[in-house]
Antibody, heavy 119, light 110 residues
């Protein structure tokens, strides 16, 4: 079965760029699924960041769109998130997830990775 | 910008039934919003309960059900158990590839 694992720096400096990768195991990333990033600031709710498809399609949260870039590497079976110009407000647990084929919900979640923005 | 609304908190007695709702600050929720529901206990990753309004995710007991009630999406838990005490989030598809989570409902079982 498909498993997802986030990785990346746990600490990013203000004004810097947050970069995370989600490794997909147990299945191919080149399926008819959207691959998604969700974040959760400490003590707060979930926020949908955006999604990417292996055909190159992307959709981003309008409130983050100017700072977000998602990419996908078929050879490594992984997808990535970049968030620029970060501030303390971007401190959160970041989850990657796979969307059900043809449905707007998630059937597989990564364990999540905590990223702190601090100098 | 349309906001997805949820009750901040709710309580239910063990064995009781509770219905959590998911609405819009402007407009009505319909099946076209493909509402989904997630359960999260503190420190854990979210668990998908319901998608496409009323389809239970694999392994989710039939005590959990989804529906549209009036102008909102709804998650009903029947026969509430102590380990149902969690945060519950809904998510709606807003069109143009964009999804939005609600603020979450903290459910207490007591």
């Amino acid at each position: 079965q498909v498993q997802l694992q986030e990785s990346g720096p746990g600490l990013v400096k203000p004004s810097g760029t947050l970069s995370l990768t989600c490794a997909v195991s147990g299945g191919s990333i080149s399926t008819d699924n959207w691959w998604t990033w969700v974040r959760q600031p400490p003590g707060e709710g979930l926020e949908w960041i955006g999604e990417i498809h292996h055909n190159g399609g992307t959709n981003y949260n309008p409130s983050l769109k100017s700072r977000v870039t998602m990419s996908l590497d078929k050879s490594k079976n992984q997808f990535s998130l970049e968030l620029t110009s970060v501030t303390a407000a971007d401190t959160a647990v970041f989850y990657c997830a796979r969307q059900y084929t043809g449905d707007d919900a998630f059937d597989v979640w990564g364990q999540g990775t905590m990223v702190t923005v601090s100098s | 910008q349309t906001v997805v609304t949820q009750e901040p908190s709710f309580s239910v007695s063990p064995g009781g039934t509770v219905t959590l709702t998911c609405g819009l600050s402007s407009g009505s929720v319909s099946t076209s919003y493909y509402p989904s529901w997630y359960q999260q206990t503190p420190g854990q990753l979210p668990r998908t309960l319901i998608y496409n309004t009323n389809t239970r995710s694999s392994g989710v007991p039939d005590r959990f059900s989804g529906s549209i009630l009036g102008n909102k999406a709804a998650l009903t838990i029947t026969g509430a158990q102590a380990d149902d005490e969690s945060d519950y989030y809904c998510m709606l598809y807003m069109g143009s590839g964009i999804s939005v989570f609600g603020g979450g409902t903290k459910l207490t079982v007591l």
